[in-house]
């Protein structure tokens, strides 16, 4: 991913994770029962011959490529070891639009093995934050976007004033350094101080004592953050674009063409919509953003 990606990935151990580990494939079957009763199944004539639709089916279970660690994305309950989270719920729909049942393996993966988990056969998808770029693009196919995350802004809880990056100007605002929220910062709010520090939790600690009003950084880590410490609160949409597509095996158009068609049903259907207010929406305010549309960035 891009550095600011990159970053989250330590920060959150994870979180844009990457590559298969030493750690178990386990299994994701769903708590989330009600929001995936009605999910769409695909047309027995769907499923063709000797296709990877066909082959997940005959299987009986969908592998993902994906974390295990990612708070509202993709997290094992320690408690019932289910994987839940917006990622989660996503490879658990294809799944059952696939297999009529939402039943799959979750293979903790990382960024530098991706590629050679799907070229390889060890995953059917990816979903993990996985961003669009043509360079990826030559390497493996992408259905969707399916997300897109981007730059916002979190604060702690009661500030007022901001709602928007252009309300930054003529304040202190935390960054972290030699990231892409410095230019975004210059180019919408020229007049902003920035501070910058070289970690995220350095950045959650400086707003927490008011070295900073606001701290910019991608939306998935600051989600992460709002999640774990309810003392900040994000404040807008992202005003960055950073589109997250399902990594496919190179070369498969018509598995490509099968996920494609899938996504476009949950998406018309409002089960996008209730996934990510189940997962990412229960920090985020507001109602569900619109999905991005499909196809729609190089690469896709």
Not at 39 to 50: M, R, S
Not at 114 to 125: I, K, P, Q, Y
Not at 226 to 249: C, R
Request: glycine residues 10%.
């Amino acid at each position: 991913m891009k550095r600011m990606v990159a970053a989250l990935a330590v920060a959150v151990l994870g979180l844009t994770a990457c590559g298969e580990t030493s750690s178990p494939a386990v299994p994701g079957a769903s708590k989330s029962g009600d929001l995936l009763a009605d999910a769409p199944v695909a047309a027995a004539a769907d499923i063709l011959p000797g296709s990877t639709m066909e082959k997940i089916k005959q299987r009986g279970e969908l592998i993902v490529g994906g974390s295990l660690d990612a708070p509202l994305l993709s997290q094992q309950n320690p408690a019932t070891g289910e994987v839940e989270g917006f990622d989660a719920d996503m490879g658990k729909a294809l799944a059952k639009y696939i297999i009529g049942e939402s039943k799959v393996k979750i293979v903790n993966s990382a960024s530098e093995t991706r590629e050679a988990l799907l070229a390889n056969g060890t995953v059917d998808v990816v979903f993990q934050t996985y961003t669009i770029t043509p360079e990826r693009a030559e390497q493996v196919a992408f259905a969707g976007p399916y997300y897109t995350s981007g730059l916002t802004i979190a604060v702690k809880k009661g500030t007022t004033g901001i709602t928007k990056p252009e309300d930054l100007d003529g304040k202190k605002v935390l960054a972290g350094a030699n990231t892409p929220a410095i230019p975004a910062i210059e180019k919408l709010a020229p007049k902003a101080e920035i501070i910058t520090f070289g970690t995220d939790p350095e950045l959650m600690q400086a707003l927490k004592q008011d070295r900073g009003v606001a701290y910019v950084q991608d939306e998935t880590l600051l989600i992460a953050n709002a999640q774990k410490d309810p003392s900040i609160e994000i404040v807008t949409k992202p005003f960055t674009s950073d589109p997250y597509g399902i990594g496919l095996k190179h070369g498969d158009e018509q598995f490509k063409t099968f996920v494609n068609a899938w996504l476009k049903k949950t998406q018309d259907a409002g089960l996008w919509q209730q996934i990510w207010k189940n997962s990412i929406g229960t920090v985020v305010t507001g109602d569900a953003p619109a999905p991005p549309q499909i196809g729609s960035v190089p690469g896709s």
